[in-house]
């Protein structure tokens, strides 16, 4: 009985010192490299941190990519943060992952698989209040695409999910508690 109230102090010691945890949303660019003829997609994102020490963190990122051509893709992404900075406000990070993508095209699905690193600088208030703002550059893979493509396709490549290297800036606010 006393060991399992050693174990009990013990993991409530280490969710106690785990750290903040940070929810949020943001708006940003993304411009993939088979696609840089074109202009850059708008991205919409959500995502919640979680401190694991006092400077790393594990992160997810969910983000709809919104295409000129009106389609959406949907990327899911797992991240690794480092707080790089000793200042209690301005947090330099850097960051790496993976993650899945999703895109449906009208005429089938298009999903991938991408790698992303990259650098961010975060604001954080003493009440809670964070924003920052990121620069993501990464390589994505395509798994499986539509088998059966629209005449349309030989006469305009449409701006959608690409194998190529992309590059993404977003701008977000959260709250850590």
């Known amino acids: 009985m006393v ?44 995502f919640g941190r979680i401190m694991i020490t006092h400077r790393f963190g594990a992160e997810l990122d969910l983000m709809k990519v919104d295409t000129q051509t009106g389609y959406a893709a949907k990327v899911f992404t797992g991240l690794a943060v480092l707080d790089i900075g000793d200042n209690l406000h301005w947090v330099p990070q850097v960051f790496a992952g993976l993650g899945y993508d999703s895109a449906n095209v009208g005429y089938g699905d298009i999903e991938g698989h991408h790698f992303e690193g990259g650098l961010g600088l975060e604001y954080r ?16 893979s395509i798994d499986s695409s539509p088998a059966v493509y629209p005449l349309a396709c030989c006469l305009y490549e449409p701006n959608t999910l690409q194998a190529s290297e992309y590059r993404s800036l977003d701008a977000y606010a959260g709250i850590r508690f």
Not at 7 to 33: E, Y
Not at 125 to 140: L, N, P, S
């Open 125 to 140: 208030a003493d009440g809670g209040f964070t924003v920052g703002a990121r620069f993501h550059i990464g390589g994505r």
């Open 3 to 46: 060991r399992l109230a050693y174990l009990a102090v013990f993991l409530l010691a280490a969710t106690a010192s785990a750290g903040p945890v940070t929810v949020g949303a943001g708006l940003g660019i993304t411009q993939d490299q088979a696609n840089s003829g074109q202009d850059p997609n708008s991205t919409l994102s959500a």
